[in-house]
């Protein structure tokens, strides 16, 4: 299992697809079904492809993918604190560019 993460200007439902597709066809090309655990944002559903692409597209893609949304309250938050607060004192508390923010996450 691999984890990613990635930074983009903004956080609509096209940036949030292109993830996605990434994660698809570059990270697990081979997988019949990538499991993504997202949060309960309006961007995170899966009838955003369909905004994105040709129908045809869309639904080919719909079919690799299974969402798992987190719980509003949770253990899950605690989590999503910590990695918050590493990327806070490591990354975000200075102006970075986004590319050398994306290496840094690499990293």
């Known amino acids: ?7 983009s200007e903004n956080r609509g439902r096209c940036e949030q ?11 697990y090309p081979h997988a019949p079904k990538v499991h993504l655990a997202s949060d309960n944002l309006n961007t995170h559903v899966i009838s955003s492809l369909y905004e994105a692409f040709p129908a ?3 639904r080919q ?15 899950w938050l605690n989590i999503a604190e910590i990695q918050i607060s ?7 508390c200075r102006r970075i560019p986004i590319a050398i923010l994306n290496n840094e996450l690499l990293a």
């Not at 697809?17 to 990270?27: A, G, K, T």
């Not at 893609?61 to 253990?75: C, N, Q, V």
């Open 86 to 92: 590493i990327l806070s004192r490591q990354c975000l």
């Open 1 to 7: 299992m691999k984890s990613t993460t990635a930074v």
């Open 56 to 58: 045809q597209k869309a």
């Open 61 to 75: 893609l719909a079919r690799r993918i299974e969402m798992h949304y987190t719980p509003k309250h949770g253990s």
């Open 17 to 27: 697809v292109y993830e996605w597709v990434f994660l698809l066809e570059d990270i």
